[in-house]
């Protein structure tokens, strides 16, 4: 059960900042991540990058089987 939620989570992390990254490209942009530019360009960039990566990280750890 844990498993689905983590998997869940990432997969929203990994959607949302693609989404993000694409919107910061055509100048749109999610209300509720405007926090993300406020901190600068680069910085905003690098969030966006950092929640993609750890949205695929997220997703794929908790894909692997472990042996019980």
Not at 37 to 54: A, H, K, Q, Y
Request: hydrophobic share 55%; with cysteine.
């Amino acid at each position: 059960m844990a498993k689905n939620i983590f998997r869940f989570i990432g997969f929203f992390l990994f959607i949302f900042g693609m989404l993000s990254f694409v919107f910061l490209l055509t100048g749109i942009n999610f209300t509720f991540l405007t926090w993300v530019d406020s901190f600068g360009g680069l910085t905003g960039l690098i969030i966006r990058i950092c929640m993609i990566c750890l949205g695929l990280l997220i997703s794929y750890a908790t894909s692997i089987k472990t042996e019980e």
